[in-house]
């Protein structure tokens, strides 16, 4: 158990390796900036007379590509009951058969480099004079910026230092959180988490066994996930293990399945197919509402008196456990007691720092994305 909020229970063999807790030492008391936003008196580039004067549009946009956008949807989706306000997300490239023009709406455009050039293409589109635009990107010469200054929008500041895929708990995903009327200070939970001592031992020994099973040759990470709201958490995981890790012919594959859905199209490859996969069974506990209709159940399937949909699926769930325990299939799991800022704010830093781990202790860079600049040189020669 990592706490009272987060039921974690590590894979089934134990892997001790002391060198994990040396570096966990050594990239907590360092200065790295990635570190310092997950921290409570992280100081945000932008002013809250800011915030006062944007929180009035309750349609917003979310503009960018990969960790710029990911972070806050992941964000969204998991505590999507309580955001009041409209949010619509575009960070893929898309055509359009109408853009809703009539209503205003907050662009909340966002690009590390701000050269990103399937985030301009997109803002592109949105932009018009009903509209308030804003900016966050470097505080350095580029695109993003000149168009701003063109625009007379407001720019926030991304932190030099944090790449994307990081960025979740900085300006980046903190701002959207601030205009969708969430505790901003509840997400930052790594003071807290780094004294405990339940948290340092799960962390420590989950990267152990990950490590022995990179080394048996399993690179496949398959995320059972029995809660739809968490399908955008694992969407901003799998970017941050694969950009992080996938390197030096190195890596680790995150594969987001859809529980228990999947029993019935991919759960058959997972119990007799490659031996290469590792899994992650996650479930969020909540209310037994959605309770089955007694009358329009017939005898043959009584079991199912009574029963709600929760139960049902947490059924399957427990289910499939017992039949990896049998086939000795490797697999952690997590289950959520409570769904709040706190709770996913614990979960960021959980998977930030088991991810910067695996890279230190694999021998690559966790911090960067050599490869993937290759295709943006390749894509501006084929259109310019």
């Not at 039921?7 to 900036?33: D, G, P, V, W």
């Not at 228990?260 to 506990?285: E, I």
């Amino acid at each position: 158990m990592i706490n009272s909020r987060i039921n974690f229970k590590n894979f089934r063999f134990k892997k001790r390796n002391l060198q994990i807790k040396k570096y966990l030492i050594e990239i907590t008391k360092s200065s790295n900036a990635i570190i310092n936003s997950l921290k409570k008196d992280y100081k945000y580039s932008y002013k809250k007379l800011l915030l006062r004067k944007l929180t009035k549009y309750q349609n917003l946009r979310v503009i960018g590509m990969g960790g710029s956008v990911l972070g806050f949807k992941a964000i969204h989706s998991f505590l999507f009951s309580k955001v009041k306000k409209k949010f619509t997300f575009h960070d893929n490239i898309e055509s359009f058969d109408k853009i809703d023009f009539k209503k205003k709406y907050l662009n909340i455009i966002i690009s590390k480099s701000g050269n990103t050039t399937e985030t301009i293409a997109n803002s592109n589109l949105f932009i018009n004079k009903k509209n308030e635009n804003i900016f966050v990107t470097e505080n350095k010469v580029n695109y993003l910026n000149k168009l701003a200054a063109k625009l007379k929008s407001d720019i926030i500041h991304h932190n030099n230092f944090i790449g994307g895929r990081y960025s979740v708990l900085s300006e980046v995903g903190m701002l959207p959180a601030e205009l969708a009327g969430l505790k901003v200070e509840n997400f930052k939970q790594f003071n807290n988490l780094i004294k405990n001592k339940k948290f340092i031992s799960s962390l420590v020994n989950n990267v152990s066994s990950i490590l022995h099973l990179v080394k048996k040759k399993k690179f496949n990470s398959i995320i059972l996930n029995y809660d739809k709201n968490s399908e955008d958490l694992f969407f901003w995981y799998q970017q941050l293990v694969a950009e992080s890790l996938g390197k030096k012919s190195k890596g680790i594959l995150p594969i987001i399945s859809n529980m228990p859905k999947d029993n019935h199209s991919l759960m058959q490859l997972y119990l007799d197919g490659f031996t290469n996969n590792f899994f992650t069974f996650f479930s969020v506990k909540e209310k037994n509402i959605n309770r089955l209709n007694n009358s329009l159940i017939l005898n043959e399937k009584k079991f199912l008196k009574n029963k709600s949909i929760q139960e049902i699926k947490l059924s399957q769930r427990k289910a499939t456990e017992r039949v990896f325990n049998k086939k000795l299939l490797p697999f952690r799991s997590f289950e959520i007691k409570k769904r709040d800022e706190r709770t996913i704010g614990e979960l960021f830093t959980f998977f930030i720092l088991e991810t910067i781990l695996l890279g230190k202790s694999l021998g690559v860079n966790p911090y960067d994305q050599p490869s993937v600049e290759l295709i943006k040189k390749e894509t501006k020669k084929i259109l310019a």
